[in-house]
């Protein structure tokens, strides 16, 4: 499945008349450049599960980082790394 499709499914599933209003999803461009991903946890089944830091820096145009901070799955990378990121949460989410 499209990840992009995948995670509209995802974000329909998480909204219950509540959960939309305060939380959400934000996909951004950064000025390294690169995106940065933001996706709450908070109400969700998610918001305890472990989730092992992933970093790596090869440069400019090779890095990634994606971690759970302040009940929020943050992911950022280079412009290549949009899928990844996305990918790596879908991969976290589906191994439950």
Same mark, same amino acid.
Request: glycine content about 6%.
């Given at each position: ?25 934000? /996909?951004? *461009?950064?000025?390294?450049? !690169? ?5 709450? +946890? @908070?109400?969700?089944?998610? %918001?305890? #599960? ?17 971690? /759970?901070? *302040?009940?929020?799955?943050? !992911? ?5 790394? +949009? @899928?990844?990121?996305?990918? %790596?949460? #879908? ?6």
């Amino acid at each position: 499945m499209d990840i992009l499709l995948w995670l509209q499914k995802w974000y329909q599933d998480q909204c219950d008349g509540d959960w939309e209003h305060l939380y959400g999803v934000k /996909i951004d *461009n950064i000025d390294n450049p !690169g995106w940065s991903v933001s996706i709450d +946890l @908070v109400d969700t089944s998610l %918001i305890n #599960k472990e989730f092992d830091k992933i970093r790596y820096d090869y440069g400019d145009d090779n890095w990634l980082i994606c971690q /759970i901070k *302040n009940n929020k799955f943050e !992911g950022a990378g280079d412009p290549s790394k +949009l @899928v990844e990121i996305l990918t %790596i949460f #879908k991969q976290w989410v589906e191994n439950s």
